[in-house]
């Protein structure tokens, strides 16, 4: 049976419910948000993401480093223009929390403070508010681009030159064995179809960073229920609808669909991920500049993989 609520009671639970609905955007002079990071000096530097929400009257967020996925932050506070925040280290070489320092200025657009190294010493950091990229669900497609041509490595590079390069070209296969690096296109993209053929060895590892920014997972899983850190996940952030990934040793495939910050993932012929909202860049990230162009990034560090057919089909702007 329905019972009508009085005036009083209903606008009661009205400010009760959207108080404790987390809040993504606020005011000008508030971190409520999502933040792309930079930390390091000018010749060091390496990028990580912030997100602060708030419920109830109270912050709380979550946050990637350098490596690893999002997790959630332990404390955060915001008094007098500073925001300080903390978490467990997840694969950072530190025996204590993670303790990040800044001040909000810019009307809100920058953050700007200090944070301690692995080393114990401290590092510079600056945050700015992540852009949204909205773009056309329904673009125009231009013609495709192999970026692999099955011969050699032309249009990649090593990212870092310093590390061994164990990846070589065997009867039309990009082929990768340890020690190695990871590789990238030269070209940069902006949106685009990606098509590209993968064969992970037993308990090997891998991925492919779309725009060098979010990784979509490579992984021997078979069997495993889905998960975002295993095949077919948006690293840390989106779970695959299923695991839809095959034996270690067999040919795979992914077809992704990268607009915006929205993704959907076909793995071996099955949507995994359907137009699901990216949050922030993963760990292992180029850069942090999401509002830009970014190549595609092949781990190479992890394991052994192989990969072909490598087509990218970009979006008209």
């Known amino acids: 049976m329905l019972r009508k609520l009085p005036a009083l009671a209903a606008v009661g639970i009205l400010i009760a419910t959207l108080a404790s609905i987390p809040v993504l955007s606020t005011a000008p002079n508030d971190p409520v948000g999502r933040w792309d990071l930079s930390v390091g000096s000018p010749d060091a530097t390496y990028s990580s993401w912030l997100e602060v929400t ?20 332990k404390s955060i506070e915001f008094d ?57 669900p329904n673009p125009r497609w231009r013609k495709p681009l192999t970026l692999f041509n099955g011969t050699d490595m032309s249009g990649w590079r090593l990212k ?8 070589k070209v065997v009867r039309g296969v990009l082929d990768n064995n340890l020690p190695s690096g990871d590789i990238v296109t030269e070209a940069k993209f902006e949106d685009f179809k990606l098509h590209l053929e993968f064969n992970v060895a037993e308990k090997s590892n891998s991925g492919v960073y779309l725009r060098g920014r979010y990784e979509v997972q490579i992984q021997d899983d078979y069997g495993k229920p889905p998960e975002s850190h295993l095949i077919g996940g948006l690293y840390g952030f989106i779970d695959p609808t299923e695991n839809a990934g095959k034996k270690a040793g067999e040919w795979q495939a992914y077809d992704i669909t990268l607009l915006g910050r929205y993704v959907t993932v076909v793995l071996n012929g099955k949507a995994v991920i359907d137009g ?5 860049i993963t760990g292992g990230a180029l850069d942090s500049r999401e509002g ?18 490598i087509l990218l089909t970009p979006a008209e702007k």
Do not use: C
């Open 54 to 73: 708030r419920a109830g009257g109270r912050l709380s967020g979550r946050f990637v480093g350098r490596v690893g996925s999002a997790r959630p932050i």
């Open 80 to 136: 007098k223009g500073v925001l300080t925040f903390s978490l467990p280290p997840q694969y950072e070489k530190m025996k204590t929390d993670l303790v990040f320092k800044a001040t909000l200025s810019g009307s809100g657009a920058q953050l700007r403070g200090k944070t301690k190294g692995e080393d114990g010493n401290l590092l510079p950091w600056t945050g700015v508010r992540a852009p949204e990229l909205p773009r056309n």
């Open 160 to 167: 870092d030159q310093k590390l061994p390069n164990g990846w």
């Open 276 to 280: 699901k909202e990216i949050p922030g």
């Open 292 to 309: 830009e162009p970014g190549p595609i990034m092949l781990q190479g560090d992890h394991g052994k993989v192989s990969f072909r057919n």
